[in-house]
């Protein structure tokens, strides 16, 4: 029996229904904003206040171990009911808000580790939707994106282990956009159309990667076509990919690059 932690994003329904075909029990806690989880019979909504009813649940379901999918939003601590085991440990996941939604679930994370309770990498049954290293389009990388590219990695070399970075674009050696908290999106809107920049995608510094790993799918490749972007780098085996072969069809239709370091 595996416990599902479940938020939005189209993420969380893959995973799911690959564990449905897999035949696998599971029971959903679903953290998604509106319950998109709901006719699910095996599925609950518990307040992450409530963290003894949570515990209570796994260890009545016999599970021990749990996976995470889709994005869980920051919760309105205000307007949190608390359970006895929640306002135990409700601090250290105040504290934890303050450096973004990943950090509230690393923080959930190792309360799960203090009751006995293994978390699973989100692609633990999808390992499908991550790529290993190599070119994946008609088009690759010339010399001099390959130089851009490696300054672009080695300053996530750099970032801190809070940073909201997991994407940014280079050109010409140059950084020229960064992620913060609004998003990969919300960069690429900043940008002048034909930009002619190349977007990288990987995991934080001393990211957790059994969650939040940095996601593309077909609407990633249509922002870059829109905003004029060379191609996009990935890193083998820590991201997700969602909608793979459309990606691939689209980039090659479009004249952009997809490569894996």
Request: aromatic letters at 8%; glycine letters at 6%; hydrophobic letters at 35%.
């Amino acid at each position: 029996m595996i416990g599902l932690f479940l938020g939005d994003t189209d993420f969380s329904n893959i995973v799911l229904n690959k564990i449905k075909r897999k035949k696998k029990k599971y029971f959903i806690i679903d953290f998604s904003k509106k319950g998109k989880f709901q006719k699910d019979k095996n599925s609950q909504r518990i307040s992450i206040g409530k963290f003894g009813q949570i515990i209570n649940l796994i260890k009545e379901k016999k599970s021990n171990k749990v996976l995470f999918a889709g994005k869980i939003a920051k919760p309105e601590f205000s307007k949190l009911r608390l359970d006895l085991k929640g306002v135990y440990y409700m601090p250290s996941l105040i504290r934890a808000a303050k450096s973004g939604d990943a950090a509230i679930i690393k923080a959930i994370i190792k309360i799960l580790k203090n009751e006995r309770i293994k978390v699973l990498s989100s692609v633990y049954f999808n390992p499908e939707l991550t790529v290993k290293k190599g070119n994946y389009t008609k088009i690759k990388p010339s010399k001099i994106d390959n130089r851009s590219i490696n300054k672009g990695i080695s300053y996530f070399g750099k970032t801190n282990s809070l940073d909201h970075i997991q994407a940014l674009i280079v050109k010409e050696d140059s950084i020229i956009a960064k992620e913060d908290s609004k998003g990969t999106q919300k960069m690429m809107s900043r940008l002048k159309k034909n930009s002619n920049g190349i977007l990288i995608k990987f995991p934080k510094k001393k990211q957790d990667l059994r969650i939040d790993l940095p996601t593309i799918g077909l609407q990633t490749l249509k922002d870059c076509k829109k905003f004029g972007l060379k191609g996009i780098v990935l890193k083998s085996k820590k991201n997700i990919f969602l909608d793979k072969i459309k990606c691939i069809r689209f980039a090659n239709k479009n004249k952009i690059f997809i490569s894996v370091k």
